[in-house]
């Protein structure tokens, strides 16, 4: 009897954990799904995360909204930055660069590709990138003219002394830009 007494204990506070679990406001526990309720879109929470410079859970929501919504430019522009982010420079230039294909006219994502392109040394190619994305901005962003400036001041300085070490870092503006900028 006291066997089945407390299988029936155990049996009916699982039942009662089920049921009303999450509907204490004094509950430590984060709430459970709720089934009723209509999901947060996914290209939001990323792009929440990437301000939050989560970029492994952002890459995660992004990869969410693309079983979602297809793997559109928006999905591929902000996989590639978030692992720009990473610092995963080839993975982020490829998947810019194949969100370049389906979107043409998005200055954040010339400017992402020179940034990458600057980091890899590559400044005559990262130049036309960033006059690309300057030219469709129509120049009203900073980060974008910046970058461009940076750009257009290593390519004038092409004698390059390699015992001189430069220190810059890639710094995040916005929702999805990255500039460049000397440390101190």
Do not use: H
Not at 27 to 43: Q, W
Not at 156 to 164: F, K, L, Q, R, V
């Amino acid at each position: 009897m006291t066997r089945a007494g407390a299988a029936f204990a155990i049996i009916f506070s699982l039942a009662a954990c089920s049921e009303g679990f999450n509907s204490d406001p004094d509950n430590p526990y984060a709430p459970g799904l709720a089934k009723n309720e209509e999901s947060v879109d996914n290209l939001l929470v990323a792009r929440r995360l990437m301000y939050a410079k989560e970029y492994e859970l952002a890459i995660d929501a992004y990869s969410r909204a693309a079983l979602e919504n297809g793997l559109s430019s928006d999905v591929l522009a902000g996989i590639g930055t978030a692992n720009l982010g990473l610092g995963r420079l080839d993975t982020a230039e490829r998947l810019l660069r194949q969100a370049l294909e389906e979107n043409e006219t998005s200055p954040e994502i010339w400017n992402n590709i020179g940034v990458i392109l600057i980091e890899k040394g590559e400044i005559p190619e990262a130049e036309q990138m960033f006059r690309r994305a300057f030219a469709l901005d129509n120049g009203e962003s900073d980060a974008i003219r910046d970058n461009l400036r940076l750009a257009l001041a290593k390519s004038e300085n092409s004698a390059y002394d390699g015992t001189i070490e430069q220190d810059y870092k890639v710094v995040r503006r916005g929702s999805g830009d990255f500039t460049i900028s000397q440390i101190p």
